[in-house]
């Protein structure tokens, strides 16, 4: 399969493709979503909640975005890797920002990464962007900002609000990012921000009129325990149930014992 490169996910754009992303987290999940065809994988700092357990995002540490970034590099051969810049990896100061992109390229295997807010953050994006490090940005529902949302709530609902908003997707674009994720906003201005950009916009409950669509992976496959899943997501698969009955099958087998059996013996 040809590689993936920025250049190739500006062309979907011109070209009128959509462009499907998922998040990855691990090097298995990596080889799978790649050989099934994603174009852009996402090292998301969501990997904090559907992996760590953490309530938000914000705990998740550089390291621990090198860590994942890593094995998903090693696992795709095709996909273009994107890692999400972790809270306080890039908001103290340019120059802190500048190296920890770095870091996620040099030891992450990163090839671009992603950073969240708009017009406050578009200096941090040229500073990176001009080290020839891709920048993806992210606007709308921003994670990180969950203590000033009061929540993961929908952005961009009043004009004012609205209005930021295309500045925020404008300045992003104006300071050198490739490409941006519109999350949490309603469906008529993810359109309307989307139009107004010569760079790919991907949504995530953002409505269909976006270049592209990104979920959380654990989310589309049904692998979240306890978790309401947004109304956003939809659910391809429902792995926590087959994940369920394999090890009930597993549980009933040793304890009846039927596993190991001669076939898996040696
Ligand atoms: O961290 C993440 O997975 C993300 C996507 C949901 C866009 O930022």
Redesign the pocket.
Known sequence: MKKITVPEILKMKAEGKKIP?L?AYDFQAARILDEAGIPLL?????????EAGYET?LPVTLEEMIYHCRAVARGRASALVVA?MPFASYQVSRKEAKRNACRLVKEGGAEAV?L?GGVRMAETIRAIAEMDVPVMG?IGL??QSVHRMGGYKVQGRSKTEAEALLEDARSIEEAGAFSI?L?GIPAPLAKEITASLSIPA?G?GAGPDCDGQ???VNDMLGLIVGNKTPRFVKKYADLNRIISLAVGEFIKDVEEGKFPSKEHTY
């Open positions: 992303v998040t996402l090292v998301g700092d969501s990997c904090g909640m559907v995002t999400d992603k969240e992210h921003t994670p994720v999350e991907i995530i990104v979920l959380v």
